[in-house]
């Protein structure tokens, strides 16, 4: 049993505290999910370039040269990005074994990514101008003043809250999933896919890699490569009802979008709110109350339904 949650608002680049909104909607639904959470935040579009990437997991067991091998498997990181031809404008450290950096750069970016993630111990977690993934282990509050996401502003999130159910609780397992290689799309899920594998062993041949054994990260790759062969967000997400087998519920965006698909069946929970200023979106009705504070009426998207808000 887990929890997802997205906002959008509806008054174009106009920024939003999504980073506090998105906190409060997750910490209501705790509950749901008390191994770990996870945000995907769209701030600002910028010309840069922004890197979110762990060089280690939270549990990881802290040796004598931890510390000292994660500094130069960062210069490494650093340097590979400076060999590849990017300009680095800044780097930031959320954690001792998580960064954010902005670069410029206008290669193609599943090379940038491969580069980096041949780093030991390197994940990208996210790469895109306006995406920042961000997840670690506990509940919401805890990762936010952990990463300082309370004042960060943008347009539109979605966020998870994890009961590791079927595979490990660390930092690969978390959600959201960024959709490697293309820029700022993500997705969280709810729910389980019947046919990963057949999906799984489709997209590596395409040339695709995967961080985790989660069938979230699937979706997301999915609705990228459709993405990228032409197809709006919308036109994927429905293509997905008709390709991608199981029971689910998942919520997927992109630098100007967001989007959520429930499966024929509908079992999996999924509560709506559509005001003239924003679209939010969670698992329970409790998240929503969480940052819209006026009475409200909600509704549940039908079975086999895609629908899709532009920023």
Not at 41 to 48: A, D, F, I, T, V
Not at 103 to 109: A, P
Not at 149 to 161: D, K, P, Q, R, S
Not at 197 to 203: D, H
Request: aromatic letters at 8%.
């Amino acid at each position: 049993m887990c929890g997802i949650a997205g906002i959008i608002y509806r008054n174009g680049d106009q920024p939003h505290p999504i980073g506090h909104d998105m906190t409060l909607m997750l910490q209501s639904m705790k509950h749901r999910g008390p191994d770990s959470t996870g945000y995907a935040l769209y701030g600002p579009r910028g010309e840069s370039v922004i890197l979110r990437c762990t060089f280690a997991d939270a549990n990881d067991a802290r040796d004598f040269d931890f510390h000292a091998r994660l500094q130069r498997h960062q210069h490494e990181v650093q340097n590979r990005l400076r060999a590849m031809g990017a300009t680095i404008q800044n780097v930031e450290e959320g954690t001792d074994y998580a960064c954010r950096i902005t670069l410029e750069y206008d290669g193609d970016l599943k090379d940038l990514t491969d580069r980096v993630e041949d780093v030991p111990g390197c994940e990208v977690l996210s790469l895109g101008h306006s995406l920042e993934i961000i997840k670690d282990l506990g509940d919401a509050e805890e990762v936010a003043r952990q990463y300082e996401l309370e004042g960060f502003t943008g347009t539109h999130a979605i966020g998870h809250v994890r009961m590791a159910t079927e595979s490990d609780v660390d930092i690969s397992g978390a959600h959201p999933y960024w959709a490697y290689p293309f820029s700022d799309v993500a997705v969280v899920h709810n729910g389980q896919l019947t046919n990963y594998f057949q999906w799984k062993r489709r997209l590596e041949r395409s040339g695709h890699r995967f961080q985790s054994e989660c069938d979230s990260e699937i979706i997301a790759v999915y609705l990228a490569e459709k993405m990228s062969g032409g197809a709006s967000l919308e036109d994927a997400m429905r293509q997905s009802l008709d390709e991608l087998d199981g029971v689910f519920t998942y919520i997927a965006v992109t630098g100007d979008a967001l989007g959520v698909a429930k499966d024929e069946m509908a079992a999996k929970p999924l509560v709506l709110y559509e005001g003239d200023d924003l679209v939010a979106l969670a698992s329970e009705e409790i998240a929503i109350r969480a940052v819209v504070d006026r009475e409200i009426e909600t509704w549940d998207p039908y079975e086999g339904e895609v629908l899709v808000w532009q920023r």
